[in-house]
């Protein structure tokens, strides 16, 4: 591509352009530097006609222009070299080379670095700005007009070639010579060449270009290269998860026919099963079938049989309708022969208490134990175990109530604990002892409640009548009074022991007496 390739729209163009092209050094189609630049008019020492905007001078050198042959304002060229195509020779300037971008930048690069070493009078106008840009800015934003520069000036290329051969050694004197050494960077080479523009130098640019291409088709190629090595390699991971991914199938596959074979296997099992079971229903339903039969033939049979039963029935019921009647008049004669027998027996007793002189007696045996609390050691008398009864049925209470003379005994706190014992002590005896005194008015029974007491409460309410109200002495309990009542008492006299305590209950048990638990008295008193 030409040297004059803007890199950069941030710095004005129109006048490093307008430059060149008044300076003759572009070709008709624009297309870079002339191999030889005739000097103009302004090339004499004439002054630039115009300047560009921001100080940038548009038409030409800056110092006047003059071939690589014509001597400097301050005298003649002393570079050693003539280059190539000079209008000595009065050939025509051939057009400028297309130079591949690499050269051209380096091109660039070599005249920005050299570019401030210049003195002030040896810069072009036009770059005289660009001079002041800071190194890393200088070639990129200052080389449109580095390239119009160099294009259309040939005494300025001419000095920045001097320095830059000074600066490159024995690069540039090779160069200078028109040889390119071996080991040289081909960009490096293709920039001195323009720049110098020794004898061939033309070809050294196409070789550059060539090597430079070459080079870039050689990047092109080992990226194609890597390109296809990365897609290689990922075809290979590919192929890889693939034979991961197949060796999984095929052993889901694997793991799917063994349940298609244990689900054929459990298919002809249930098939096998159904049918047995069809079987068995077959000869259910023959069973059943037979059973109703059986059934049938039974409740015809039960049918008949009820007829008869029925028929049996009304015999029995007419059989005892004429054996309630005897029996009616048998009972009649019973009644009349026990009435007989107790009018007797009453008469005789009466007799044997007139002639035994027995008077009412005021105490009871009861009243004998409650005064004289003495120790005795009375035998059971025969027949007593014939008087015990094991029952704590609630209503066995008003059945043994209702027997004549009987005594009722009854161990309070045990029933007063069970029945109210959130109340004192106070209030339990209160309660208990109104209730007895309603059960001896009702019944006309004896009754008889113990307390445990060392002594005798004082300040108790006075006891209704039929209630005997006893507290144990010192040293005695409540159970112990208790049992020498029973014992007290004469053979067949029906006594009721009311307590819940066990072995209060198996002691008076052993004397004759009824023992009760407390619940059954409790309910007593709630229902009267």
Same mark, same amino acid.
């Given at each position: 591509?030409?040297?004059?390739?803007?890199?950069?729209?941030?710095?004005?163009?129109?006048?490093?352009?307008?430059?060149?092209?008044?300076?003759?050094?572009?070709?008709?189609?624009?297309?870079?530097?002339?191999?030889?630049?005739?000097?103009?008019?302004?090339?004499?020492?004439?002054?630039?006609?115009?300047?560009?905007?921001?100080?940038?001078?548009?038409?030409?050198?800056?110092?006047?222009?003059?071939?690589?042959?014509?001597?400097?304002?301050?005298?003649?060229?002393?570079?050693?070299?003539?280059?190539?195509?000079?209008?000595?020779?009065?050939?025509?300037?051939?057009?400028?080379?297309?130079?591949?971008?690499?050269?051209?930048?380096?091109?660039?690069?070599?005249?920005?670095?050299?570019?401030?070493?210049?003195?002030?009078?040896?810069?072009?106008?036009?770059?005289?700005?660009?001079?002041?840009?800071?190194?890393?800015?200088?070639?990129?934003?200052?080389?449109?007009?580095?390239?119009?520069?160099?294009?259309?000036?040939?005494?300025?290329?001419?000095?920045?070639?001097?320095?830059?051969?000074?600066?490159?050694?024995?690069?540039?004197?090779?160069?200078?010579?028109?040889?390119?050494?071996?080991?040289?960077?081909?960009?490096?080479?293709?920039?001195?060449?323009?720049?110098?523009?020794?004898?061939?130098?033309?070809?050294?640019?196409?070789?550059?270009?060539?090597?430079?291409?070459?080079?870039?088709?050689?990047?092109?190629?080992?990226?194609?290269?890597?390109?296809?090595?990365?897609?290689?390699?990922?075809?290979?991971?590919?192929?890889? #998860?693939?034979?991961?991914?197949?060796?999984?199938?095929?052993?889901?596959?694997?793991? #799917?026919?063994?349940?298609?074979?244990?689900?054929?296997?459990?298919?002809?099992?249930?098939?096998?099963?159904?049918?047995?079971?069809?079987?068995?229903?077959?000869?259910?339903?023959?069973?059943?079938?037979?059973?109703?039969?059986?059934?049938?033939?039974?409740?015809?049979?039960?049918?008949?049989?009820?007829?008869?039963?029925?028929?049996?029935?009304?015999?029995?019921?007419?059989?005892?309708?004429?054996?309630?009647?005897?029996?009616?008049?048998?009972?009649?004669?019973?009644?009349?022969?026990?009435?007989?027998?107790?009018?007797?027996?009453?008469?005789?007793?009466?007799?044997?208490?007139?002639?035994?002189?027995?008077?009412?007696?005021?105490?009871?045996?009861?009243?004998?134990?409650?005064?004289?609390?003495?120790?005795?050691?009375?035998?059971?008398?025969?027949?007593?175990?014939?008087?015990?009864?094991?029952?704590?049925?609630?209503?066995?209470?008003?059945?043994?109530?209702?027997?004549?003379?009987?005594?009722?005994?009854?161990?309070?706190?045990?029933?007063?604990?069970?029945?109210?014992?959130?109340?004192?002590?106070?209030?339990?005896?209160?309660?208990?002892?109104?209730?007895?005194?309603?059960?001896?008015?009702?019944?006309?029974?004896?009754?008889?409640?113990?307390?445990?007491?060392?002594?005798?409460?004082?300040?108790?309410?006075?006891?209704?009548?039929?209630?005997?109200?006893?507290?144990?002495?010192?040293?005695?309990?409540?159970?112990?009074?208790?049992?020498?009542?029973?014992?007290?008492?004469?053979?067949?006299?029906?006594?009721?022991?009311?307590?819940?305590?066990?072995?209060?209950?198996?002691?008076?048990?052993?004397?004759?007496?009824?023992?009760?638990?407390?619940?059954?008295?409790?309910?007593?008193?709630?229902?009267?």
């Amino acid at each position: 591509m030409p040297l004059t390739e803007p890199h950069d729209d941030r710095l004005p163009q129109e006048g490093p352009v307008d430059a060149v092209r008044d300076a003759g050094g572009v070709g008709p189609d624009g297309g870079g530097l002339p191999a030889a630049i005739e000097p103009g008019p302004e090339a004499a020492g004439a002054e630039p006609g115009r300047e560009a905007a921001e100080g940038v001078v548009a038409d030409g050198p800056a110092n006047g222009g003059s071939t690589l042959e014509g001597s400097t304002p301050e005298g003649p060229a002393d570079d050693g070299f003539t280059p190539e195509g000079s209008a000595d020779d009065g050939s025509t300037p051939e057009p400028e080379p297309v130079l591949p971008e690499p050269v051209r930048q380096r091109i660039v690069a070599l005249t920005a670095a050299v570019l401030p070493g210049l003195p002030a009078d040896e810069v072009p106008v036009p770059l005289r700005r660009v001079a002041k840009f800071a190194p890393n800015r200088r070639a990129r934003l200052g080389a449109p007009a580095i390239a119009a520069q160099l294009t259309g000036d040939p005494l300025f290329r001419q000095r920045i070639t001097a320095r830059v051969l000074a600066d490159t050694g024995d690069l540039g004197a090779a160069v200078l010579e028109g040889t390119a050494p071996a080991a040289a960077d081909p960009v490096e080479v293709a920039a001195l060449a323009y720049l110098a523009r020794p004898r061939g130098w033309r070809e050294l640019i196409e070789a550059s270009g060539a090597a430079v291409r070459a080079e870039a088709d050689s990047a092109v190629v080992a990226e194609l290269v890597r390109e296809a090595e990365q897609r290689a390699t990922r075809a290979e991971h590919d192929r890889a #998860v693939a034979r991961v991914e197949a060796e999984k199938l095929r052993d889901e596959l694997a793991r #799917v026919r063994e349940e298609l074979g244990q689900l054929r296997e459990e298919s002809r099992q249930l098939g096998r099963s159904l049918r047995e079971t069809q079987a068995r229903e077959r000869k259910a339903n023959e069973l059943l079938a037979t059973e109703r039969g059986r059934a049938a033939r039974a409740t015809a049979d039960a049918d008949a049989e009820l007829r008869r039963v029925r028929a049996r029935l009304a015999e029995a019921e007419a059989a005892a309708g004429v054996a309630r009647a005897s029996a009616k008049e048998a009972r009649s004669v019973d009644d009349a022969r026990l009435w007989l027998l107790l009018e007797t027996i009453g008469q005789a007793a009466v007799g044997l208490r007139r002639e035994l002189a027995l008077d009412p007696v005021d105490k009871l045996p009861a009243d004998f134990v409650a005064d004289a609390f003495a120790d005795q050691t009375a035998a059971p008398a025969a027949g007593a175990a014939t008087r015990a009864r094991d029952t704590d049925d609630p209503a066995r209470l008003d059945q043994l109530l209702a027997l004549p003379r009987a005594h009722l005994v009854v161990d309070g706190y045990n029933v007063t604990k069970r029945g109210f014992g959130e109340m004192s002590l106070e209030q339990q005896r209160k309660r208990l002892i109104t209730g007895l005194g309603g059960i001896a008015a009702q019944t006309g029974d004896e009754v008889t409640v113990v307390f445990d007491g060392a002594e005798r409460m004082h300040g108790l309410p006075p006891s209704p009548r039929g209630v005997r109200v006893l507290f144990s002495r010192k040293g005695e309990t409540a159970d112990e009074l208790i049992r020498r009542l029973v014992r007290a008492e004469p053979p067949g006299r029906p006594v009721v022991v009311v307590s819940s305590d066990r072995e209060v209950a198996d002691g008076v048990r052993r004397h004759g007496a009824y023992p009760l638990g407390a619940d059954s008295l409790l309910r007593r008193l709630a229902r009267s």
